[in-house]
């Protein structure tokens, strides 16, 4: 029997002291493939995008993320669960915690980059021509091995209840003029006029 059956299983946001364990999960995984891996750097920066799976013993067992994107955008990332806890369901309730914050934050669209699209279609996503993705998305890419043939399939969620925000314009060129600023004064607070002839 495994013991893991009757380990209670909580879910919460990531804190710093989190981040080693976070960082095994996401590069192992990466190691196959599955994700690109994460730097240090990147998981300090960003682990209040983190929510985190612990077993009884507080351990971490699992991690996904949401990044937000855009105005009405923002991606499942990072989605992993030890070997020991898969197949509980646990994989479903980091997904659901992560859709639950962007409708708290009025997000309309989820969006992700997976292999796994029968899991992700028991969430509601369905399948989304990549071209229809913003460049922003692609920012990971540059990194990614696979980045002359990926073969990950995008899929979105999309949030009924939530409108479609109106999205800032971008601002009108204007005439504005640099001012002079004078870094050699007279005695009397007038420019230094210097004759170059």
């Given at each position: 029997?495994?013991?893991?059956?009757?380990?209670?299983?909580?879910?919460?946001?990531?804190?710093?002291?989190?981040?080693?364990?976070?960082?095994?999960?996401?590069?192992?995984?990466a190691e196959f493939g599955l994700m690109?891996?994460?730097?240090?750097?990147?998981?300090?920066?960003?682990?209040?995008?983190?929510?985190?799976?612990?077993?009884?013993?507080?351990?971490?067992?699992?991690?996904?993320?949401?990044?937000?994107?855009?105005?009405?955008?923002?991606?499942?990332?990072?989605?992993?669960?030890?070997?020991?806890?898969?197949?509980?369901?646990?994989?479903?309730?980091?997904?659901?915690?992560?859709?639950?914050?962007?409708?708290?934050?009025?997000?309309?669209?989820?969006?992700?980059?997976?292999?796994?699209?029968?899991?992700?279609?028991?969430?509601g996503f369905a399948v989304l021509d990549?071209?229809?993705?913003?460049?922003?998305?692609?920012?990971?890419?540059?990194?990614?091995?696979?980045?002359?043939?990926?073969?990950?399939?995008?899929?979105?969620?999309?949030?009924?209840?939530?409108?479609?925000p109106p999205l800032p314009p971008a601002?009108?060129?204007?005439?504005?003029?640099?001012?002079?600023?004078?870094?050699?004064?007279?005695?009397?607070?007038?420019?230094?006029?210097?004759?170059?002839?």
């Amino acid at each position: 029997m495994d013991t893991n059956d009757h380990q209670p299983v909580t879910l919460r946001r990531a804190r710093v002291d989190d981040v080693p364990t976070i960082g095994s999960l996401i590069n192992d995984a990466a190691e196959f493939g599955l994700m690109l891996p994460k730097s240090w750097a990147q998981l300090y920066e960003n682990v209040r995008e983190f929510e985190v799976a612990t077993d009884g013993n507080g351990s971490v067992v699992g991690v996904c993320g949401l990044s937000i994107i855009w105005a009405d955008l923002a991606e499942v990332v990072s989605l992993v669960v030890a070997p020991s806890h898969r197949g509980q369901g646990l994989g479903r309730r980091l997904v659901e915690a992560c859709l639950h914050e962007a409708q708290q934050l009025k997000l309309r669209r989820v969006m992700t980059l997976t292999y796994e699209r029968a899991f992700f279609e028991k969430l509601g996503f369905a399948v989304l021509d990549r071209q229809q993705l913003p460049l922003k998305v692609w920012a990971d890419c540059v990194r990614c091995p696979k980045n002359e043939a990926c073969d990950e399939i995008a899929m979105v969620r999309v949030f009924d209840g939530v409108p479609a925000p109106p999205l800032p314009p971008a601002p009108a060129p204007s005439n504005f003029e640099p001012p002079v600023v004078l870094t050699n004064l007279t005695k009397d607070g007038g420019p230094v006029v210097e004759d170059h002839a």
